[in-house]
């Protein structure tokens, strides 16, 4: 079985550039979530899907960032414009989630984002 | 909120020896705690998790950890180092009420040398 997929694995633009970035995740996978992974540090919740709901978009910067996800299986994370501090490893993860029920996560490698 | 705390950011043991890495770990509700690896541009990899039930949790590649109410605290232990577990390695903390997202630690760099 498929992992969950990301793309690109790496991207390099310039500040004030547009960039987006795909995850295909698990198949049959209900819930998605996009972290943030900045240099020597834990990951941090962007955004978490429910199908194609997004239940929890709290700590996602609403002014440059946005999200989607058509049909609730892909997901696309977009930045624009792109900042010199958005420079970072974007990771997305999946699971079946159930009431009350904890299925495990699974990550994808991630997209290395280095904003020049 | 749920918060974790890795202590040492860097930890380095020799090969065959125990590996010790700590968290410590802030929640309201009762916690689900977590593991995970994370190889050089990989993803992470789920080592051990505790939800309910048995305090000691054993995850993959010989690890374990154990569950401590009274002092807060998920340490991840393993009997002897392979060279192999070299790695960064995540605590964190989630649950249902978060929809199982989860908050992590700052990581521990774990060197093992021959």
């Known amino acids: 079985e498929a992992g969950v997929v990301q793309s690109p694995r790496y991207k390099i633009i310039e500040k004030k550039q547009p960039v987006a970035f795909w995850c295909n995740p698990i198949s049959g996978h209900n819930t998605l979530y996009w972290y943030l992974q900045n240099l020597g540090q834990g990951p941090e919740l962007l955004i978490r899907y429910e199908n194609e709901e997004a239940v929890d978009d709290s700590q996602l910067p609403k002014d440059r960032f946005s999200a989607e996800r058509l049909k609730g299986v892909d997901s696309t994370l977009k930045i624009q414009p792109a900042e010199l501090g958005d420079s970072a490893v974007y990771l997305c993860a999946s699971s079946l989630a159930g009431q009350g029920a904890y299925n495990e996560q699974f990550f994808g490698p991630g997209t290395r984002l280095t904003v020049l | 909120a749920q918060s974790v705390t890795q202590l040492g950011s860097h930890v380095s043991v020799s090969e065959g020896a125990l590996v010790l890495l700590r968290c410590n770990y802030s929640?309201?509700?009762?916690?689900?705690l977590f593991w995970y690896v994370q190889y050089p541009n990989q993803g992470l990899q789920l080592l051990l998790k505790?939800?309910?039930?048995?305090?000691l949790v054993k995850g993959i590649n010989g690890f374990e950890a154990e569950f401590k109410k009274s002092e807060t605290s998920f340490h991840l232990t393993k009997p002897s180092a392979h060279m192999s577990d070299a790695a960064e390695y995540f605590c964190?903390?989630?649950?249902?009420?978060?929809?199982?997202?989860?908050?992590f630690g700052k990581g521990t760099s774990l060197l093992v040398t021959p």
């Open positions: 505790y939800t309910t039930g048995a305090t």
């Open positions: 964190a903390v989630g649950g249902p009420n978060s929809g199982y997202a989860l908050n």
């Open positions: 929640s309201s509700v009762p916690p689900y």
